[in-house]
């Protein structure tokens, strides 16, 4: 499958890992845009949150326990902040499911603080 993150999970393309486990993958963004900027990348290929279905439901479970764990292992005590990007009109470039976890500064309000 011509999938990078597909190709990443197999471990044909290089990557800076930080967590696996059988259901998740968790690796440094190439361009991060934050001190920390991970990328807690489903094992599954699924394409984006537009293609979940119930059969999921136990699987995003997991992968959203998973971001306070991994956000304490990386010292982000005080917060972070998570993205999903769904389809091109929602800014996603690479369409294997992935969530962003970026933190290590004190980090802009979404339009809400002002
Ligand atoms: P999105 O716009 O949500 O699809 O985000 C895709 C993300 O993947 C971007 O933040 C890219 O910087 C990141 N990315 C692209 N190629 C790689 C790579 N080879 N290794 C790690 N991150 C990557
Ligand atoms: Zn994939």
Redesign the pocket.
Known sequence: MDC??CK?IAGE????QVYSDEHAVV???????APV?L?IVPRKHIISLAELEEQHDGLIAHWMRLLPKIAKQQGLNHGFRT???TGPA??????HL?I?LLGGDKLSGAGFDD
């Open positions: 990078l993150f990443i393309i290089p990557s800076t690796f440094k963004d190439i361009h991060p845009k900027h990328l993205v999903i990007n929602g800014g996603q470039i690479v369409f992935h962003h």
